[in-house]
């Protein structure tokens, strides 16, 4: 790996890694959790309490970042890191898997996917090529190869067609990332591996991508309503197929149990939109477990949302003032929560490097597992 991107490993426990991506914008952390800052933001979040809450880097869109505002304006505008005001590394996602779900009228071929706009019915292909042209343009520091994502429920032939196209994409991604050689200079680019719940299949794609070679590499086709478990049964060999010094990226995930299991079986980075769409709708995410901040029990509690969260919301308000504010769908409400589920978030990443570094990494899961689940539990009775 070039002085562009480096990826060191510190300490291992078990599968599990702790260490550090040196990038030119910055410093990443693994474990790594990518809040997700789909149109150019982190939704009701200003960049700089995105990185007080400890975030070495973010997760950018390019399906969306294509439609609005253009991924051409933004190039204008002097690129995606300075246009949202983020200084640290953005990751942008391929556009593939917001292609096949948000929009209407898709048309997989060779040559790309056709469809049609869930903003304005305006049609559009997005190939590979076309994809690492738009991840160029916003300035991305991680480009992510363009693939086909189908369902964990879709046919054996269905999830092989499409494992072995994204692997020919993926190659024409890597031709059309290294033809930007300017871009490609300072920016890194990882392959997914992609294959649903089938050793073979992921074997077979993990073979694929190497052979391509790659900065990084991708877990992607999960957090796709397969579950829990046959996540983990997936993330039980699956990362092992990937190169030992390269990150391994778990796209899409997901709850706080979902990241101690996947840290427990070698993925180093994640995203999901799960913190910051829960802390808008009043869920907050606890070392006890969630809690929906809505619920009248909380009215006139005065304590924090987590007395053991050092987040600057659980400092200064009450549970009472966050049900009333999110009750009366103020703004201030659904600012507040997602702050703390983000620095909430960003604290288990922090237990868990500590944990890996001072191999106590199966205490620690046994230790929130059972906290977590308790209050999961209560709320099932």
Not at 302 to 331: K, M
Not at 359 to 374: C, T
Request: include cysteine.
């Amino acid at each position: 790996m070039s002085p562009r991107f480096q990826f060191s490993i510190a300490a291992t426990d078990g599968a599990a890694r702790t260490g550090h991506i040196s990038m030119r914008r910055g410093e990443i952390r693994t474990p790594a959790f990518m809040p997700v800052g789909t149109a150019a933001t982190v939704k009701a979040m200003k960049p700089a309490d995105v990185r007080a809450s400890g975030a070495d880097i973010i997760l950018g869109n390019t399906y969306h970042l294509m439609l609005r505002p253009g991924a051409e304006r933004v190039a204008r505008l002097g690129g995606l890191h300075r246009f949202m005001g983020w200084k640290r590394p953005i990751l942008t996602d391929s556009g593939g898997y917001q292609v096949m779900s948000l929009s209407d009228l898709t048309k997989v071929t060779e040559e790309g996917v056709a469809f049609k706009s869930h903003l304005d019915g305006s049609r559009h292909l997005l190939s590979p090529e076309r994809s690492i042209e738009i991840q160029r343009l916003l300035g991305s520091d991680i480009v992510m190869a363009f693939d086909q994502l189908v369902p964990t429920s879709a046919s054996g032939d269905e999830q092989g067609g499409a494992m072995e196209r994204s692997m020919r994409w993926a190659r024409r991604s890597r031709e059309e990332f290294d033809r930007g050689e300017e871009h490609a200079a300072r920016a890194a680019l990882f392959g997914i591996q992609q294959g649903a719940l089938d050793q073979d299949l992921r074997r077979a794609s993990a073979d694929a991508l190497m052979e391509i070679g790659f900065d990084g590499y991708a877990v992607g086709g999960l957090a796709v309503g397969e579950g829990q478990e046959a996540m983990f049964g997936c993330l039980d060999f699956a990362p092992g197929q990937l190169p030992v010094d390269r990150p391994r990226y778990l796209m899409g995930v997901g709850k706080p149990d979902d990241i101690v299991g996947a840290v427990q079986r070698g993925i180093d980075m994640f995203d999901c939109v799960l913190p910051t769409r829960s802390g808008r709708t009043g869920q907050a995410f606890t070392w006890g477990g969630p809690l929906n901040i809505r619920n009248a029990r909380f009215g006139e509690d005065q304590g924090p949302l987590d007395p053991d969260c050092g987040c600057p919301i659980c400092a200064t308000w009450t549970r009472a003032y966050l049900h009333h504010l999110v009750r009366s769908d103020e703004i201030l409400g659904a600012m507040l929560m997602t702050e703390h589920n983000l620095f909430f978030y960003q604290a288990l990443m922090a237990g868990l490097r500590s944990a890996i570094a001072e191999q106590r990494l199966a205490a620690f899961a046994r230790e929130f597992n059972a906290r977590y689940a308790a209050r999961e539990s209560a709320r099932a009775a």
